[in-house]
């Protein structure tokens, strides 16, 4: 089949039984209103005979028999109402086709009537002028009645009955008349079969339109069901997903307690945490994303220091710059120098963008800056790496979406770091972008509206080396579901000097208590599988032991149980936990321990 009978077959397509019942109204007002005007032109073509000394009466009278035939029409519109309330259109389409084709072919011959009427009483100009009308009212209703064909054919073939009284009417012309009238009456024809092709393309059309429009109703809706589901899923995952990272991330660490000193293990152990690090981010990125889709992420602006901001950002990423052999340079702002955004949101964007530029790298460094442009501060991330190519710098920051040359250089991301960034200058309405030349590098950057009122981002100190913080002493209680993670506290805080006691549950916590065990902090996982809150958990346990130092340790980013803790004051630690941030607070919960004056 060729393109050009395709196309023909696809505007042939059926309307339903509804378009054709549509199809059937709207013939059947043309229908209507052709009908109400007969009267008056009853009256005026009668008026006009009269005024060339013709009879007045017999195109009045036949004007005037249109009037009962109105009143039936009228009865007949209220009854298809009626009946359309209360029946399908299946049932209606033949019963009302079938009435409006008769009432078509009657008020066809109707029309032609008038030209009985007035032969022998019209001269020739009176004539001619009153077929020329009728030829008119016969092309008007075939732009119009012509909806439903068939109501159309009915019409027409009751108004050209009055063509067989031609050459009573032209005596002298009807030989040239006849044929001039019967080649019009085809075209008309035609043209009303051009318009009920129309028609039915339109009613067509509206109909696939409206499936289209239902289709994706129901497309969007079973894309938000599936986004709330997947978005429910990451939520309620985090906790199981973090788990095994937290776990290891606590052995790693007692491990490197454990074997100081020897190189070839260090250096193993660097490596674990880099890969942990990596799985981490990729979390953050997963669940970062689910939060801002779900738009469970709360906007709260704030002077951020450009300063701090950069420092923290340094601070994440040198040990993996040095690690891939980049330089990570970063050139200092003015001081002072603040943007108003989400503290949160701005920290995120800035880490995304670069560690994506650190990731597709291959050699030679990123560096990051901010210079003033009017009221904005641009914050931007240069980098000598692979680049974008420009055909696919429109879709760099779709979720999931990697360039093709970016799977040779690294197949370790997943394409959500730009996506977040994305996502999260839209939450703060800042602007985004990017120049870049492939195989040249790139610079992405980002705009914040800049602000006089500067206040720090709190950011970390520099990390320890692992394996050498301070040893403690002292006693720690600690409750988590699952028991690898339970096996893993108990060795890091052995190697730290601090007897710990793991817990379940409830029960157990309490258990130790009972035994005379006195913790002087407690750390609690949330999501207990015995199905108890975390938090209540930890409120009874501090009521027991009014001297002990608590806080809630979990994998769970929208828990409102957290959120609640953190509105009370309460500490909450997110897995996989930072070693050196948790051995900070126990040292300020706990004393130090007995050889403290040097390391583990």
Known sequence: MTARNAATSSVQETPSTQGWLLLLEASFARLRLGMTVMPSMGLLFGLLLAWEGGPVAPLLVW?????????????????????????????????????????????????????????????????????????????????????TLAVYRMYFMGSVSGLVLIPWTFPGQWPMVLPMTIVMATVIYRSAMNSHGFFVRQVVLEERSRDLAERYREASNTAEAALAEKNHFLTTAAHDLRQPVHAMALLAEAIAVQTRGQTHIEDLLAQWRLSMRSVNHMFDALLDL???????????????????????????FATDASASGLA?????????????????????????????????????GVLVGARRRGAQWRIEVWDTGVGVALHEQAQIYEAFYRPEHAWHVNRSGHGLGLAVVARCV????????????????????????????????????????PGTSPRLQGTCLVLDDDPHVLSAWSTLLGTWGIDARPASNAAEAFAHLDTGFAPEAILCDQRLRSGESGFDVLRALLERCPDARGAMVSGEYASPELQTAQDEGYLVLRKPVDVDELHAVLSQWLGPGINNENSI
Not at 63 to 87: D, I, K, S, T
Not at 100 to 107: E, F, I, N, P, Q
Not at 344 to 349: D, I, K, M
Not at 431 to 460: D, I, M, N, Y
Request: glycine share 6%; charged share 15%; aromatic share 8%.
């Open 63 to 147: 004007g005037c028999m249109y009037l009962p035939v109105l009143l039936f029409v009228w009865w007949g519109h209220r009854r298809y109402l009626r009946e359309r309330a209360l029946q399908s259109p299946q049932v209606l389409l033949p019963i009302w086709t079938r009435r409006v084709r008769w009432l078509a072919l009657t008020h066809g011959m109707g029309v032609a009537l008038s030209v009985p009427l007035s032969l022998g009483h019209g001269n020739y100009e009176f004539m001619l002028l009153l077929h020329i009308t009728l030829a008119g009212i016969l092309a008007a209703n075939a732009a119009q009645m012509s909806a």
């Open 290 to 316: 689910s939060r801002i889709e779900s738009g469970k992420v709360e906007l709260r602006p704030a002077p951020v220091l450009l300063a701090a901001l950069f420092d923290d950002v340094r601070l994440q």
């Open 328 to 364: 990570l340079r970063f050139h200092a702002p003015p001081p002072g120098a603040a943007v108003l955004a989400d503290p949160a949101l701005a920290r995120q964007s800035l880490a995304n963008l670069v560690h994506n530029a650190l990731r597709y790298t291959p050699q030679g």
């Open 426 to 465: 839209a939450l703060m309405q800042a602007r985004q972008g990017l120049v870049s030349r492939l195989g040249k590098g790139s610079c992405f950057w980002l705009e914040l509206p800049a602000t006089q009122l500067a206040a720090p981002l709190l950011h970390s100190a520099p990390a320890a080396a």
